[in-house]
């Protein structure tokens, strides 16, 4: 059975530092794209960041370039998400998601996480 788990959301305050981890496992991912999504209260799920497991470059929504970071890609089943300069509007449940093919906004991936908690405080 295929299982992803997050881990490392938290509250912080705005302008600091989150760093969230997935683990994912029940097959192998090394040739899949892991990524994360996230979704806040109201508002509909969005595409975050995405990487290739394979060693592929790393991919972000506009409004965290510059402020997050996407790793992993070693042919691992795990994948990271290093958040600074959090704002507000960051505040959702990130969710960890992997699929055969590039991650991309309004298309469900294969496998998802249950989700972290991120808020961001002003």
């Known amino acids: 059975q295929v299982q992803l788990v997050e881990s490392g959301g938290g509250l912080v305050q705005s302008g600091g530092s989150l760093r969230l981890s997935c683990v994912a496992s029940?097959?192998?991912?090394?040739?899949?794209?892991m990524g994360w999504f996230r979704q806040a209260p109201g508002k509909e799920r969005e595409f975050v960041a995405g990487?290739?497991?394979?060693?592929?470059?790393?991919y972000y929504r506009d409004s965290v370039k510059g402020r997050f970071t996407i790793s992993g890609g070693n042919a691992k089943n795990t994948v990271y998400l290093q958040m600074n300069s959090l704002k507000p509007e960051d505040t959702a449940v990130y969710y960890c998601?992997?699929?055969?093919?590039?991650?991309?906004?309004?298309?469900?991936?294969?496998?998802w996480g249950q989700g972290t908690q991120v808020t961001v405080s002003s």
């Open positions: 998601a992997a699929d055969p093919s590039v991650l991309v906004p309004h298309v469900t991936p294969m496998y």
């Open positions: 029940g097959r192998t991912f090394s040739r899949y794209y």
């Open positions: 990487i290739s497991q394979s060693g592929g470059g790393a």
